[in-house]
């Protein structure tokens, strides 16, 4: 039987397949709003699909530049990170603030600005409150404020002893605080060696023998002079002697006026010989003790008047001069003990009583002072209270009084120097640096070191690095500060980058100056003379000689020593003679310490001359130093930088011809 095989199943092309008839199925149940969403699906899963595709293209670097991603790795490179809080200097590297926390921001580049200092616009001014003022020039008094106590006037107190050993049977003053006068008796005291010293002595008086070792009146005496070292006054022994009758009790006198302070002992109590009773001061003038720093102690000076408000007595001044001022300083405080002597003649200067003390003093030191109230006057060594017309003898210690002018005390009024000052807000301190930020155009605020001669209340004297009519800011400048910090600029984090010389050749006022003569003259005179002799050598490239500098450093010393030197003219030598110290054996040490050396001796000209030098001095200014402060001064008008020397020898400029005769000032440009 042959097998014949089934023929194949013949497909219907045009007929749905299963999977078409079952997505059909599907549709149909779900419907239009299920064709819809299942639709939509498809679309968002195919830009997801086309975004996570472009992403992990990115990642994988398969498209883009390389000069793009050196650029970004250049940049994270030289990225900088500070803390908000400037705790720690700024770092590569993110995180946090390893002293606050903070997380460290990037710090920005100053969009690009390269002039010095950062600019902050009017708005963000406003916002964070930036106060500016105008340097200003004047003559300043600075006032020295402490606390101090009143204590008692130590020669006006005496301490009422028992001349001998015996009990006390009565007590006249007793309680602290009553007022006594001379000769009031305070205590009765019973002493058995007093009844026995009393008979030897009318003994002695009765008897008229002679014996071989000493005679009748001898005896007499010594035996007063007994009663004497007992405590008897010479009244008590002329009643002694008219009433011709021992005593077993004496009565106990003060032996001055005043206010018993102490009370010692009490009724009944038996006392040995030295055994303090009483203690009794004269409250009509007592002492206010102050402690001042060594540096506010050292300008300060016998007969200075002090005024203070008691504790006590609020809204009342009083007034005193001092003294005494202590030649040491304590080694625990660190301060010196000054001693104001007060009248007291109202009874309102309490002693344990504290004080607020203030002291008017010069703000430059002076060698004199000019006081009306002591002006061709005569005083008292120990009692500066103690003032005459005429000299004499003080009525308190009996020492001749001496004339105030042998104390610093000038016998008519003297032209108060003039100095540059800054409210005291302007000068931030960082270490050994004071530095302000002085507002070189509107809105640009750049950091300068300023040195401070003294500090007031409110201002602060500015010796160098500032000019008349600058701004600086007052209110705010912390806030400036961390702007220049974020941008890069200098700041309080490194302060000594900051330039030390306003811009521009160095501004003074032209006046007449003093004419010395003497020795003055001839100091003043070799001054100049190893100056000028510096100046050529920094102009020839070569360290000066080291008998040049020493000279210098002598003539200076002596001309310091000079009484008739000014004393804004001594402060400017004195600043010169500093600055030599630290002069350093390398041409650039040399450079760099002639220019503080330049700016006194030029502001020194306007103060003080000599007959040599009158003429012949010119002022000369470079705007290519670095930092600034390019002075200085020659003996001829031929230009020789010092600062540059021969790189670049002519460079600078003719500020003014210093001569003093007329019509020789001159302002000629010599720019290379």
Same mark, same amino acid.
């Given at each position: 039987?042959?097998?014949?095989?089934?023929?194949?199943?013949?497909?219907?092309?045009?007929?749905?397949?299963?999977?078409?008839?079952?997505?059909?199925?599907?549709?149909?149940?779900?419907?239009?709003?299920?064709?819809?969403?299942?639709?939509?699906?498809?679309?968002?899963?195919?830009?997801?699909?086309?975004?996570?595709?472009?992403?992990?293209?990115?990642?994988?670097?398969?498209?883009?530049?390389?000069?793009?991603?050196?650029?970004?790795?250049?940049?994270?490179?030289?990225?900088?990170?500070?803390?908000?809080?400037?705790?720690?200097?700024?770092?590569?590297?993110?995180?946090?603030?390893?002293?606050?926390?903070?997380?460290?921001?990037?710090?920005?580049?100053?969009?690009?600005?390269?002039?010095?200092?950062?600019?902050?616009?009017?708005?963000?001014?406003?916002?964070?409150?930036?106060?500016?003022?105008?340097?200003?020039?004047?003559?300043?008094?600075?006032?020295?404020?402490?606390?101090?106590?009143?204590?008692?006037?130590?020669?006006?107190?005496?301490?009422?002893?028992?001349?001998?050993?015996?009990?006390?049977?009565?007590?006249?003053?007793?309680?602290?605080?009553?007022?006594?006068?001379?000769?009031?008796?305070?205590?009765?005291?019973?002493?058995?060696?007093?009844?026995?010293?009393?008979?030897?002595?009318?003994?002695?008086?009765?008897?008229?023998?002679?014996?071989?070792?000493?005679?009748?009146?001898?005896?007499?005496?010594?035996?007063?002079?007994?009663?004497?070292?007992?405590?008897?006054?010479?009244?008590?022994?002329?009643?002694?002697?008219?009433?011709?009758?021992?005593?077993?009790?004496?009565?106990?006198?003060?032996?001055?006026?005043?206010?018993?302070?102490?009370?010692?002992?009490?009724?009944?109590?038996?006392?040995?010989?030295?055994?303090?009773?009483?203690?009794?001061?004269?409250?009509?003038?007592?002492?206010?003790?102050?402690?001042?720093?060594?540096?506010?102690?050292?300008?300060?000076?016998?007969?200075?008047?002090?005024?203070?408000?008691?504790?006590?007595?609020?809204?009342?001044?009083?007034?005193?001069?001092?003294?005494?001022?202590?030649?040491?300083?304590?080694?625990?405080?660190?301060?010196?003990?000054?001693?104001?002597?007060?009248?007291?003649?109202?009874?309102?200067?309490?002693?344990?009583?504290?004080?607020?003390?203030?002291?008017?003093?010069?703000?430059?030191?002076?060698?004199?002072?000019?006081?009306?109230?002591?002006?061709?006057?005569?005083?008292?060594?120990?009692?500066?209270?103690?003032?005459?017309?005429?000299?004499?003898?003080?009525?308190?210690?009996?020492?001749?009084?001496?004339?105030?002018?042998?104390?610093?005390?000038?016998?008519?009024?003297?032209?108060?120097?003039?100095?540059?000052?800054?409210?005291?807000?302007?000068?931030?301190?960082?270490?050994?640096?004071?530095?302000?930020?002085?507002?070189?155009?509107?809105?640009?605020?750049?950091?300068?070191?300023?040195?401070?001669?003294?500090?007031?209340?409110?201002?602060?004297?500015?010796?160098?690095?500032?000019?008349?009519?600058?701004?600086?800011?007052?209110?705010?400048?912390?806030?400036?500060?961390?702007?220049?910090?974020?941008?890069?600029?200098?700041?309080?984090?490194?302060?000594?980058?900051?330039?030390?010389?306003?811009?521009?050749?160095?501004?003074?006022?032209?006046?007449?100056?003093?004419?010395?003569?003497?020795?003055?003259?001839?100091?003043?005179?070799?001054?100049?003379?190893?100056?000028?002799?510096?100046?050529?050598?920094?102009?020839?490239?070569?360290?000066?000689?080291? @008998?040049?500098?020493?000279?210098?450093?002598?003539?200076?010393?002596?001309?310091?020593?000079?009484?008739?030197?000014?004393?804004?003219?001594?402060?400017?030598?004195?600043?010169?003679?500093?600055?030599?110290?630290?002069?350093?054996?390398?041409?650039?040490?040399?450079?760099?310490?002639?220019?503080?050396?330049?700016?006194?001796?030029?502001?020194?000209?306007?103060?003080?001359?000599?007959?040599?030098?009158?003429?012949?001095?010119?002022?000369?200014?470079?705007?290519?130093?670095?930092?600034?402060?390019?002075?200085?001064? @020659?003996?001829?008008?031929?230009?020789?930088?010092?600062?540059?020397?021969?790189?670049?020898?002519?460079?600078?400029?003719?500020?003014?011809?210093?001569?003093?005769?007329?019509?020789?000032?001159?302002?000629?440009?010599?720019?290379?």
């Amino acid at each position: 039987m042959h097998y014949q095989a089934p023929e194949p199943e013949k497909v219907n092309l045009t007929s749905p397949s299963r999977w078409q008839r079952t997505v059909r199925t599907m549709f149909v149940r779900l419907g239009w709003i299920g064709v819809f969403a299942l639709k939509s699906l498809f679309v968002v899963g195919t830009v997801l699909a086309c975004l996570w595709t472009i992403g992990f293209a990115q990642r994988q670097s398969w498209f883009g530049s390389n000069t793009t991603a050196t650029v970004s790795k250049s940049t994270a490179a030289n990225q900088r990170y500070v803390c908000p809080m400037m705790c720690v200097p700024p770092t590569s590297q993110p995180g946090r603030c390893p002293v606050c926390g903070m997380e460290l921001v990037e710090a920005t580049s100053g969009g690009g600005d390269q002039q010095p200092g950062v600019s902050i616009e009017p708005a963000a001014r406003r916002m964070i409150g930036i106060r500016t003022a105008k340097v200003t020039s004047g003559s300043v008094i600075r006032t020295l404020r402490t606390i101090g106590s009143i204590e008692y006037d130590e020669s006006g107190m005496s301490t009422i002893a028992a001349y001998t050993s015996g009990r006390l049977e009565k007590l006249f003053a007793d309680y602290e605080g009553v007022p006594v006068s001379a000769g009031d008796d305070l205590a009765v005291v019973y002493s058995p060696e007093l009844y026995t010293a009393q008979a030897e002595f009318l003994s002695a008086n009765q008897s008229n023998a002679t014996s071989r070792f000493i005679d009748a009146n001898r005896l007499q005496k010594l035996a007063a002079e007994k009663l004497s070292e007992l405590g008897m006054t010479d009244k008590q022994l002329e009643t002694l002697a008219r009433q011709n009758k021992p005593e077993s009790r004496i009565r106990i006198a003060s032996p001055q006026s005043g206010t018993v302070v102490e009370k010692l002992a009490v009724e009944g109590d038996y006392v040995k010989t030295g055994q303090p009773i009483y203690r009794v001061a004269n409250l009509s003038t007592v002492w206010l003790m102050l402690d001042l720093f060594p540096d506010d102690a050292a300008v300060v000076r016998f007969g200075q008047q002090v005024e203070a408000e008691i504790t006590s007595a609020p809204g009342k001044v009083f007034s005193g001069r001092i003294a005494f001022i202590s030649p040491t300083v304590d080694r625990k405080t660190r301060t010196v003990s000054v001693r104001v002597e007060m009248q007291n003649d109202d009874g309102l200067l309490k002693p344990g009583d504290f004080a607020d003390a203030k002291i008017l003093v010069p703000a430059i030191p002076r060698k004199q002072t000019y006081d009306p109230d002591l002006a061709n006057k005569f005083i008292s060594p120990m009692h500066p209270q103690i003032i005459r017309d005429v000299p004499g003898v003080c009525p308190i210690c009996d020492m001749p009084l001496i004339s105030t002018a042998e104390l610093g005390f000038s016998p008519s009024p003297l032209p108060e120097p003039t100095v540059i000052t800054v409210p005291r807000s302007a000068v931030l301190m960082a270490s050994d640096h004071s530095v302000v930020y002085v507002e070189s155009e509107p809105g640009r605020f750049e950091l300068r070191q300023i040195e401070v001669g003294a500090l007031t209340q409110n201002q602060a004297i500015v010796a160098a690095g500032l000019a008349e009519g600058e701004v600086v800011a007052t209110d705010g400048n912390f806030l400036i500060d961390s702007q220049s910090q974020l941008a890069g600029k200098p700041s309080l984090l490194d302060p000594s980058e900051a330039p030390r010389y306003p811009p521009g050749p160095l501004q003074f006022a032209m006046g007449s100056p003093q004419t010395l003569a003497d020795t003055a003259a001839e100091a003043l005179d070799r001054v100049f003379t190893y100056y000028f002799a510096i100046q050529k050598s920094l102009a020839l490239d070569t360290v000066p000689r080291q @008998q040049d500098v020493d000279q210098l450093r002598a003539a200076l010393a002596d001309l310091l020593g000079a009484k008739q030197l000014p004393d804004a003219a001594q402060i400017l030598f004195q600043q010169a003679l500093n600055s030599i110290e630290r002069t350093g054996s390398t041409l650039e040490d040399a450079r760099r310490t002639f220019r503080p050396i330049s700016h006194a001796l030029i502001k020194a000209t306007n103060l003080v001359r000599t007959r040599e030098t009158r003429n012949g001095i010119y002022h000369f200014y470079c705007s290519m130093v670095v930092g600034g402060g390019g002075d200085w001064l @020659q003996s001829d008008d031929t230009l020789l930088n010092p600062y540059w020397g021969s790189q670049m020898l002519h460079c600078g400029e003719l500020v003014h011809d210093l001569s003093l005769e007329p019509n020789r000032s001159t302002t000629q440009s010599d720019q290379e």
